[in-house]
């Protein structure tokens, strides 16, 4: 990815890599980090280009005029199904393609949180990763022993020693 941190509006690359890549089998698809739903007005503005063996999808982010950032996860596509990234060369779990636009007043150097979703293994509705929700609280069912639960956090310059969270478990 190049331009991962925008400042109030601009231009991110994503340079994807491999064979025989071309704009008509290759797409890629912008999600504001905590909804579910594509943002068709960023994804219809995509473009493409092809460098050498490589195709860069060039994505144009709204201006974001709040004093708060805002971040887009992208997806890949290739010939109509959607690409695990995860299961790619190098990849793991936290290292998702998002990219972060920052508000008005926020220095690009320092860093920013934007979003933070919370996902429970087996529950229902409530940010499970088998319904497609991501929420910011979630409820685990109490008869479930295992409780695996991951947040994912969203921002631009988070340093994974310094940045810290505070997940609450509360009995209700």
Request: hydrophobic share 30%; proline share 2%.
């Amino acid at each position: 990815m190049k331009n991962e941190v925008i400042s109030v509006k601009g231009t991110g690359t994503l340079v994807i890599k491999g064979d025989d890549l071309n704009p008509g089998n290759v797409k890629v698809r912008v999600f504001d980090a905590d909804a579910v739903e594509e943002n068709s007005d960023v994804t219809a503005n995509v473009i493409y280009e092809k460098q050498g063996d490589d195709l860069l999808a060039k994505i144009t982010f709204p201006e974001n005029s709040t004093l708060t950032s805002k971040s887009y996860k992208v997806k890949l596509y290739a010939n109509g199904k959607e690409i695990n990234v995860l299961t790619l060369d190098d990849r793991d779990r936290r290292d998702k393609p998002t990219f972060t636009v920052l508000g008005e007043k926020q220095d690009k150097s320092k860093p920013v949180l934007s979003n933070a979703t919370i996902t429970s293994y087996r529950t229902s509705g409530t940010g499970a990763v088998n319904d497609g929700v991501e929420k910011t609280e979630t409820t685990v069912a109490s008869n479930q022993v295992s409780k695996k639960t991951e947040v994912h956090l969203y921002g631009a310059n988070l340093n994974e020693v310094k940045t810290k969270v505070k997940i609450v478990d509360q009995m209700v």
